[in-house]
């Protein structure tokens, strides 16, 4: 009697806490996939922008929508690198 109760407590628990259909993703912040998006467009490395903890009041529906890497790097803020003002 109390294998059979073991058991089905055993299988219980095994049940629920082992399903599959539920994965668990990181969860990845706004501001981190503002950093993404800026990584792709300069050609750096995943994660070379990581020391960025806040991204302020950008947003990523609106960065997404920038149809340019160079209206995206403007719309973050670093779209003039070379410091030529003229252009």
């Not at 009697?1 to 089905?8: A, Q, V």
């Amino acid at each position: 009697m109390f294998r059979s109760f073991l058991f089905i407590g055993l299988m219980f628990l095994f049940i629920t806490c082992n399903d599959e259909s539920v994965k668990k993703e990181e969860e990845i912040s706004e501001c981190r996939e503002l950093t993404f998006l800026v990584e792709d467009c300069m050609g750096l490395h995943r994660g070379a922008l990581n020391y960025i903890n806040s991204c302020g009041s950008l947003d990523i529906e609106q960065a997404k929508m920038n149809l340019t890497c160079e209206d995206l790097l403007d719309y973050f803020g670093i779209g003039d690198i070379s410091g030529d003002k003229d252009r």
